[in-house]
């Protein structure tokens, strides 16, 4: 099925840094969410944002829904290790009372001390 | 009570098995959803159930046969399944309003021998 192009595909940073990651896509969409994920565990819902030019805060994580509703941005200030796991967006169609989600490759991101 | 739970955590089965994996929700969410997560890889959407009725069906093998028997419940029956089968399933579930994000369960983490 489609994915959405999410990068850095990986990243390598030092407690305390701050970590800014995207995702793109050929397609409009209604909402865009942010989810984590740790090893062997279900995605966690982080962020959800649901206009165009939306700028929503939950604790140390940023996202910004595009302009455009093609991109989101998802920024995590002050990053310690705890922040390690494989972070997704996901664009989000309604379909009447369900809803279809098209996830990015996911950005996998490690913290070291 | 705010989650989605899946049972069993692990299952191993042969390819002439017949096996069942469940997902609870009482959140009061009409829409559930199951997905096949492979490693490495973004969650691939499976199935929607919509008010207990299947609404999408993404091209899934009939090996795979999925049954909501009530608002709070959703099984995935399995059978014949091959070795490629063998990833994360994971079942999610969201309000039916244009407010439904979804919410995933931990997961069912199947192998196929």
């Known amino acids: 099925g489609q994915q959405l192009n999410q990068s850095p595909q990986s990243m390598f940073i030092q407690e305390g840094e701050d970590v800014s990651m995207n995702c793109t896509s050929s397609s409009i969409f209604n909402t865009w969410l942010w989810y984590k994920q740790d090893p062997g565990e279900g995605p966690v819902l982080l962020i959800a944002l649901y206009k165009a030019g939306e700028l929503t805060s939950n604790g140390r994580l940023t996202a910004q829904f595009g302009i455009t509703r093609k991109d989101s941005f998802l920024n995590i200030s002050a990053s310690i290790p705890s922040d390690v796991g494989i972070y997704f967006c996901a664009g989000q169609s309604h379909t009447g009372t369900a809803s279809k989600l098209t996830f990015g490759t996911g950005t996998r991101l490690q913290v070291t001390l | 009570d705010t989650e989605v739970t899946q049972t069993p955590k692990h299952l191993v089965m042969g390819m002439t098995n017949k096996k069942s994996l469940k997902c609870e929700q009482h959140m009061g969410h009409r829409a559930m959803y199951w997905y096949k997560q492979k490693a490495k890889k973004p969650p691939e959407l499976m199935f929607v159930?919509?008010?207990?009725?299947?609404?999408i069906n993404e091209s899934v093998p009939s090996r795979f046969s999925p049954e909501c028997p009530n608002s709070s419940l959703l099984n995935l029956h399995l059978h014949a399944l091959q070795p490629e089968d063998s990833a994360l399933y994971l079942c999610?579930?969201?309000?039916?309003?244009?407010?439904?994000?979804?919410?995933f369960g931990p997961g069912t983490r199947l192998t196929v021998l």
């Open positions: 999610a579930s969201s309000l039916p309003s244009f407010y439904n994000e979804q919410f």
């Open positions: 159930y919509s008010y207990e009725k299947l609404s």
